[in-house]
């Protein structure tokens, strides 16, 4: 018996869609005849019909997303002969009710547009949506479109084009090349039914319920089964967000580890969102085959080795449950090894985000220095200085900052007194050696390069008779940043004007230390919240005065942090040429948590050992 049509306001009544402004009335509109889906969507990233009414719109739902931005997708039964056009496309229903299923046979009328998610000034591209909408449902049960199915041999080696430097680097007035570059292929996709086959995971799964996968197996692939971020010109086009649209309370959403596989894959529209651009939004979803992915565990130094380590604990507190303690407290002496230095960063004040001018740390010190001793570990003394409250940027109110622990059975702290939060510690003449006018200091603290960020940290310490200086960082973070899939190409990378500032200050203090002692020991490690190719490393290492220890290791190893399923460097340590080269020192990236799923920090530890 055929189905009879049922029209679809998507609201509870026109007078409340009317005054809600979700029902397209402003402007007449052509005919169903004369647009379809791949009219609306045309050859670049931007609809040709933006701001215009479209009526009875035809297309089979593909996927209804009833939470985050509600609609769903409708994708064309027919497509045109142009692979730059897609055929799908978002309708966005707000707050109105949805329904509609998949399969359903559809004439959608409503106001084309263009969405950025993160607004304008995210640099993000737009996504082409329908709003304001009225739906006609014509039929029920019909096939859904047959998926475009994502692996290594369609997804482009080459990433994106360069934007046009007459409309400020965009790409988005340029036609669409899908057989040349990956982002054109996948905006090209917008909005269609899409499938990738059994695949590996490049991203764990995150507090949101979405990882990340690649369809290129062999591109980049770390040993441990990640895809490594080598530079700004391998930015990793196979890898692919994915999201559910069940909710998880329904369909529970995979906990999945890097190198574990995702077999039968995902099938569902492919969206772009504020967080990770383009995204397969699983309206089928495989299941999950886990790789037993192991925490690694750096070897212990030898006698005659300093092991110097450095460690993001992310904003601890003594308000943080007690197994955070406990468990940082285990990595450092079993994954660690209980280095005999160790620079911790974002270490928060005595009450952690409650903003009432407390700066002191003593308590959270306390308790995680506690926790290594019942951990096993060496009691550890430490060596800070409190900031100014609220001048060192973090959450508000929790005062971060770098702290040196060491063990006193192996190495002892140089104390020369004076330092805080607002005076700069020089490099100074003590015999024929250098030394800190104070121990603990401050770097160039009034330098506009630290405003609203960590300054640095320098400490002398003595081993086996032999002054080692060291010096923890926490760069500024890379907020603000434009995403890989920004419409700018090359994205705007705006935060990195302050790192190389704070890099070049670094890098001048060390110079200092080398002009009084040319062959001292310098150990510049923390959180540099930047690549090892970059500006702010190739900054620090000016003029042979460090260099990165990160370049020791593989290019397959070569990873501390994991973002949107790139493996890359942020946490770094650079040694000075008195402390030799490769074959002199061990360096070591202990992946222990940023591959994971369940993580303690969203940073993994770095470890050298040499002799001093």
């Known amino acids: 018996m055929p189905h009879i049509p049922r029209t679809v306001l998507v609201s509870a009544a026109t007078a409340t869609a009317l005054a809600a402004g979700l029902l397209a009335v402003s402007s007449p509109a052509a005919s169903a005849d004369e647009v379809r889906i791949h009219d609306i969507q045309g050859t670049t990233r931007l609809s040709p019909l933006a701001g215009q009414q479209v009526t ?9 997303r009833g939470h985050g931005s509600k609609g769903f997708w409708i994708q064309s039964a027919e497509a045109d002969a142009d692979p730059a056009t897609s055929e799908g496309v978002f309708v ?49 049960g019909n096939a859904v479109p047959a998926p475009v199915r994502l692996g290594a041999k369609s997804v482009p080696a080459r990433y994106a084009p360069a934007g ?19 982002l054109d292929l996948y905006e090209s996709l917008e909005g269609m039914n899409v499938a990738v086959g059994s695949s590996r995971v490049v991203g764990a799964t995150d507090a949101y319920n979405e990882l990340w996968v690649t369809v290129k197996p062999h591109e980049n692939r770390t040993r441990r089964g990640g895809t490594v971020y080598g530079s700004y010109d391998a930015q990793n086009g196979g890898r692919l967000q994915i ?27 492919l969206d772009f969102n504020q967080f990770g651009g383009y995204t397969l939004v699983a309206r089928e979803l495989g299941d999950l085959r886990e790789k ?3 925490r690694e565990k750096t070897r212990r130094q030898a006698k005659s080795e300093l092991a110097v380590a450095t460690y993001n604990v992310e904003n601890l507190d003594p308000t943080d449950p007690q197994t955070k303690f406990d468990a940082l407290a285990g990595a450092v002496v079993t994954n660690l090894a209980s280095p005999d230095i160790l620079a911790l960063e974002e270490i928060q004040d005595d009450n952690g985000a409650k903003n009432d001018g407390t700066v002191a740390a003593g308590a959270t010190l306390k308790k995680f220095t506690d926790a290594i001793v019942a951990a096993g570990g060496p009691r ?24 040196f622990l060491f063990n006193p059975e192996r190495v002892s702290f140089t104390e020369r007194a004076g330092g805080d939060a607002t005076t700069a510690t020089e490099v100074v003449r003590s015999g024929k050696r250098a030394a800190l006018s104070h121990s603990p200091g401050r770097i160039d603290p009034q330098n506009a390069a630290w405003a609203n ?13 032999r002054t080692v200086f060291v010096i923890a960082n926490h760069f500024g973070s890379k907020g603000g940043d434009e995403g890989l899939t920004s419409h700018h190409q090359p994205p705007v990378r705006s935060s990195e004007a302050q790192r190389l500032r704070q890099a070049q200050a670094v890098n001048g203090f060390v110079k200092d230390i080398r002009e009084v002692e040319r062959n001292a020991d310098v150990v510049v490690l923390g959180d540099i919240n930047d690549f090892e190719f970059s500006a702010t490393t190739k900054a ?14 593989p290019k397959s190893e070569r990873y501390s942090y994991v973002y949107q399923g790139n493996s890359q460097v942020l946490d770094q340590i650079l040694t000075s040429p008195g402390v030799g080269d490769e074959d002199d020192f061990s360096y070591d990236s202990v992946h222990i948590n940023a591959e994971f799923t369940e993580q303690n920090s969203d940073h993994d530890p770095q470890v050298l050992r040499f002799e001093p």
């Open 453 to 465: 960020s960590r300054k640095p940290l320098a400490g002398e310490f003595v081993f086996r008779g």
């Open 243 to 269: 999201q559910q649209l069940a909710p998880v309370s329904e369909h529970p959403f995979p906990k999945a580890n890097v190198g574990d596989v995702l077999k039968g894959g995902a099938e569902g529209p």
């Open 380 to 403: 550890y003394a430490w060596r800070s200085i409190d900031p100014a409250n609220n001048k060192d940027g973090g959450e508000p109110g929790g005062n971060i900052r770098q702290v």
């Open 292 to 294: 037993g992915l192991v």
């Open 92 to 140: 966005y229903t707000g707050s109105a009710a949805l329904t509609v299923e998949p399969g359903d046979a559809v004439r959608v009328s409503g106001t084309v547009g263009e969405y950025v998610p993160g607004g304008t000034k995210s640099g993000n591209q737009s996504l082409t949506q329908i709003t304001k909408p009225t739906v006609t449902v014509e039929s029920s």
């Open 56 to 64: 009875d719109v035809l297309g089979i739902v593909t996927g209804v």
């Open 164 to 182: 046009d430097p007459a409309q400020d680097n965009s790409v988005n007035g340029l036609p669409l090349k899908p057989r040349t570059y990956a």
């Open 540 to 553: 620090l290492t000016d003029g042979g005065a460090l260099r990165a220890a990160v370049t020791s290791l």
